[in-house]
């Protein structure tokens, strides 16, 4: 897992380094601040005893830091009172000193560790967002079906968090907690060996409850982060789908659902943490047992002579410090648990390759547009016995005009989605320009054929902005030519801005037939060899979809165009129109062709036909 982490500070090297090294000095300070005092309380034990004529030994254990040694603070038998006040008052004064100089040391260490920590941690969220998002953009659309919008929403969110608060950990608190507890037992065997074994007793057993609550954490923390997924996706579909919410009067049934998927959040959530809040009690009576031992047997040995105070004080010091690092080390693991559970799923994504790779002709470019699907078969699942196209063949001339008419659910979506390889072909070939889809760069391929999906998108900006996306270098004149063909531009000017209207969070501001409009003359700015309108004239009235294939074929003569539609006088002028039925070709002909001998699209016309005049008997 750390290695994994420490991908994502590249750039960020010399702060964590160096944070590292700050929080190694700050603990060493802290560690020493115990003897200091120890030293200055035995100091002023002795002068005491002195001053109170009591007969204690005129000596005291004192540790001499430039010597390296212990040893005993003592003055002749001769010394005047005055002159034993100024030898033990300036050995206050010294380690006073060195202790608010230790302090201050200490205390500016762990300001630039933490400072510098922060900033690499900032850089460790943007390197990781930044893959992530690198990653996703090239993944094909059975990858992202795969994840789903949801999960990869929170793995960029919630879980980078959850990933940046481990790398901080690990290179600031991950390394003084461990260090403040050798550097504390080390030195609590220096001051007193004869008592610091209890520690020995304490760490292992801390060690042995930090280690089973851990492993029993980390599958309940998974199974939080998917409920999490759910309960984003329903947020996200309820945002997207909220007209229609309000439009059928859904409010209260939607509100039942987020609640049952924030119930299941808690509920996840209240099982993990049944068991960590067993942690602090557990680590708590380990800590305070390890105390009273060292009070009971430190009391002993003073009361007998055989400790001072001050080394006692050291010794409680020393405990607290060892034993709120072993906490802290239980702390992290807690953290680290959850942490791992996210940084899986992250690197989940980082290391998916996607279904969709380039071919070995990465030079190639689409010349013509002509296209032959020669027996393929597609299935979402890839699996035989659950295809979704089956033994297509079809050949369409480049500049030829297709009509693509079939019921819901019968693959036309499907097939020309394979075009541009937003998926692969479970059996068989596609060619474009006589060469497999498969050879081309997928840079190369999408750049020859443009594509209005069934769902229009428009982006937040401008109508230009919009528009650019189909040529970032269209000029004025390339742009108003192509909002023509597509029968946008008189209702752009129509707005007080023109093209400089801005269209608003998803295109909020223009009705739909008016983003069909935009996103066909997007699209025609691109100047493809094959354009491909998936049902993309569905919201406007049929004199509009005349005008706007008429527009397609002024402004692109030689553009191989495949339109499908449910209207056929949508497709009727088509050079050749094909029926698909349940994933199947049904039949291919001219619309003079399909309508004497084709019993499908015979009786789609007549529906189609019955519903005009019906319409215009009501009128």
């Given at each position: 897992m750390i290695r994994k982490l420490l991908k994502g500070g590249k750039g960020f090297e010399v702060q964590s380094v160096f944070t590292v090294l700050l929080v190694l000095c700050e603990t060493a300070l802290e560690v020493v601040l115990p003897i200091f005092m120890s030293n200055i309380l035995n100091v002023i034990q002795l002068y005491a005893a002195d001053e109170m004529s009591i007969g204690l030994t005129s000596a005291v254990t004192v540790y001499d830091f430039q010597g390296g040694t212990r040893g005993l603070l003592t003055y002749g038998v001769g010394t005047s009172v005055l002159g034993r006040k100024d030898i033990l008052l300036n050995t206050v004064y010294s380690y006073g000193i060195l202790m608010v100089i230790?302090?201050?040391?200490?205390?500016?260490?762990?300001?630039?560790?933490?400072?510098?920590c922060a900033v690499a941690g900032a850089g460790f969220s943007k390197n990781m967002r930044r893959m992530l998002f690198d990653k996703i953009q090239g993944f094909s659309f059975a990858n992202v079906d795969k994840f789903s919008t949801a999960s990869l929403v929170t793995r960029s969110t919630t879980d980078v968090n959850n990933a940046q608060n481990a790398f901080m950990m690990i290179i600031r608190t991950v390394i003084r907690a461990p260090a403040m507890l050798i550097f504390s037992t080390v030195m609590a065997f220096v001051n007193y060996a004869e008592m610091a074994w209890i520690f020995l007793l304490a760490i292992p057993a801390l060690g042995i409850i930090m280690a089973c609550i851990s492993i029993k954490v980390h599958p309940l923390f998974k199974s939080m982060l998917k409920r999490y997924d759910k309960m984003n996706a329903d947020v996200q579909e309820n945002l997207v789908a909220v007209r229609v919410v309000k439009a059928f009067v859904r409010e209260d049934y939607e509100e039942q659902k987020y609640r049952e998927s924030t119930e299941a959040v808690r509920n996840a959530q209240l099982k993990a943490e049944k068991l960590m809040i067993l942690m602090n009690p557990l680590t708590s009576c380990v800590m305070y047992g390890t105390i009273i031992g060292l009070l009971v047997i430190g009391g002993k040995r003073i009361a007998i002579g055989e400790m001072q105070g001050g080394?006692?004080?050291?010794?409680?010091?020393?405990?607290?410090q060892i034993l709120s690092s072993v906490m802290m080390i239980c702390f992290i693991a807690v953290q680290l648990v959850l942490s791992r559970a996210s940084i899986d799923r992250i690197f989940e994504v980082l290391e998916t390759d996607s279904t969709i790779k380039d071919g070995e002709q990465t030079d190639k470019k689409v010349n013509s547009g002509s296209i032959d699907f020669q027996h393929v078969d597609f299935s979402y699942s890839d699996n035989a016995d659950n295809l979704t196209l089956t033994d297509i063949d079809l050949h369409i001339e480049s500049g030829e005009s297709v009509g693509i008419i079939g019921g819901t659910g019968d693959g036309k979506s499907s097939l020309v989605?394979?075009?541009?390889?937003?998926?692969?072909?479970?059996?068989?070939?596609?060619?474009?320009?006589?060469?497999?889809?498969?050879?081309?760069?997928?840079?190369?391929?999408?750049?020859?054929?443009?594509?209005?999906?069934?769902?229009?998108?428009?982006?937040?900006?401008?109508?230009?902005q919009n528009l650019l996306w189909g040529n970032e270098n269209a000029t004025q004149e390339e742009i108003e030519a192509a909002c023509k063909a597509a029968c946008a531009h008189d209702f752009i000017m129509s707005f007080p801005d023109g093209y400089e209207t801005d269209l608003g969070q998803?295109?909020?501001?223009?009705?739909?037939?008016?983003?069909?409009?935009?996103c066909i003359a997007r699209a025609l700015l691109k100047k493809p060899k094959i354009m491909i309108l998936d049902d993309s004239t569905s919201a406007v009235d049929t004199a509009t979809d005349a005008q706007i294939r008429k527009g397609l074929k002024e402004l692109s003569a030689d553009m191989t165009t495949i339109i499908i539609a449910q209207r056929i006088s949508s497709v009727e002028d088509c050079d050749k129109i094909v029926v698909l039925d349940d994933g199947k070709i049904n039949a291919v002909g001219t619309h003079e062709q399909l309508i004497e001998t084709n019993s499908i699209y015979q009786e789609v016309y007549r529906s189609q036909q019955k519903g005009t005049v019906e319409q215009g008997g009501e009128d």
């Open positions: 230790s302090a201050i040391l200490s205390l500016t260490f762990g300001s630039l560790a933490g400072w510098l080394t006692l004080t050291a010794m409680m010091s020393y405990c607290t989605q394979l075009i541009p390889r937003f998926y692969d072909v479970f059996r068989g070939r596609i060619l474009v320009d006589g060469t497999d889809v498969r050879d081309y760069s997928v840079f190369n391929l999408r750049e020859g054929v443009s594509m209005v999906l069934q769902k229009n998108v428009l982006f937040s900006g401008t109508i230009r998803g295109g909020v501001n223009v009705s739909g037939g008016q983003k069909q409009r935009l």
